[in-house]
């Protein structure tokens, strides 16, 4: 009941603030793309359209404040409803958050592809899109937080503080997943995809880090914070990374799964389920124990992940397992 309410309250004070009087409807400017990925017989486009994009200065002198207050500006965003977006000729319509996805039937070659999508003003935008080689033999499926990004989401006022005081100069990654993505993905050709609980405002953030980390980069899967009348806020945090494992599954029908995460956000949990709805396509999971451990919960889903049979590794530093997941992924080539 009170979820309800307070979704109704939010909702009509977003729409009055979006329709304010004597304000001039907000025009379509710019797109900020996000990373597309590929299916059998197409190619996915995603992104968002905005009335302005704002630049952030990040500096390693940057104040803890001058840092808290940029992050929070990634989160007051000019976005636009309704707009026609279009990509050669495929025509979509921007949602109430801004978010757009358009599906270019077809499939080009292996490798990165920027397509351009135009806005009604002529502007075009190039957004990137990841298309697998054919010769890979696995997929690697990751989380973001805790699991290639220091952010201790298993403490809210922890992931706060670290997710807002930081920039991309400042914010640590674990470098044993860097190496071990880079490494699989070099060797193997690998296409890397994300999924996090994180939202879309930090899309930019998070590709600039990971290309600033040398992180392998890959099509994101990050949340919806907007409000609307079917949702508040968000999906929940296991039913957003389950559906977005479920779309990587059916967009890549040929390829197994490893899939990555850590024991601070219900991941063996969304990976048990994850392996009983898609049987024999996780060829592993590969589980960080967070800083804080694991209770009791986190033991159980643990013990019922690894009694599907599927290879679980769970350890401090992914470069213990990067032998096995060598041998598992040889294995399937075979």
Not at 134 to 149: G, Q, Y
Not at 272 to 294: E, I, K, M
Not at 311 to 323: A, E, I, N
Request: glycine share 6%.
């Amino acid at each position: 009941m009170l979820r309800s309410i307070l979704q109704k309250v939010t909702l009509r004070l977003e729409q009055l603030f979006s329709q304010r009087p004597f304000s001039e409807p907000r025009q379509a400017k710019c797109i900020e793309p996000h990373i597309g990925y590929a299916t059998a017989d197409t190619l996915v486009l995603r992104g968002r359209a905005l009335a302005e994009k704002r630049r952030f200065d990040a500096d390693r002198t940057n104040t803890v404040l001058q840092n808290i207050m940029q992050s929070a500006q990634r989160f007051v965003t000019s976005e636009v409803a309704d707009v026609a977006v279009r990509a050669g000729d495929v025509v979509g319509r921007t949602d109430e958050e801004g978010y757009f996805q358009l599906t270019l039937p077809f499939r080009p070659a292996p490798g990165w592809h920027y397509e351009d999508v135009f806005l009604p003003n002529g502007l075009a935008t190039p957004c990137p899109a990841l298309v697998p080689h054919p010769d890979a033999p696995a997929m690697l499926i990751s989380d973001i937080d805790d699991t290639v990004l220091r952010t201790r989401a298993w403490s809210l006022i922890s992931n706060l503080w670290t997710t807002f005081s930081g920039n991309v100069n400042t914010r640590e990654m674990h470098k044993d997943a860097i190496e071990v993505y880079a490494q699989l993905q070099e060797t193997y050709q690998l296409p890397i995809y994300y999924v996090s609980s994180s939202p879309w405002n930090l899309h930019s953030f998070l590709n600039d880090l990971f290309h600033k980390s040398k992180l392998p980069s890959g099509p994101m899967f990050l949340r919806d914070l907007g409000v609307d009348e079917t949702k508040f806020i968000t999906s929940g945090h296991g039913s957003h990374k389950g559906d977005s494992i479920d779309i990587l599954m059916h967009a890549n029908p040929q390829l197994p799964a490893i899939l990555c995460g850590d024991s601070g956000q219900e991941d063996a949990r969304i990976y048990r389920d994850a392996v009983l709805r898609h049987p024999g396509r996780v060829r592993a999971v590969v589980l960080r124990t967070t800083g804080d451990g694991l209770d009791e919960e986190d033991a159980q889903n643990l013990k019922a992940l690894r009694e599907t049979g599927v290879p679980v590794f769970s350890g401090l530093d992914f470069r213990d397992f990067l032998p096995e997941l060598k041998s598992l992924i040889r294995k399937g080539e075979t």
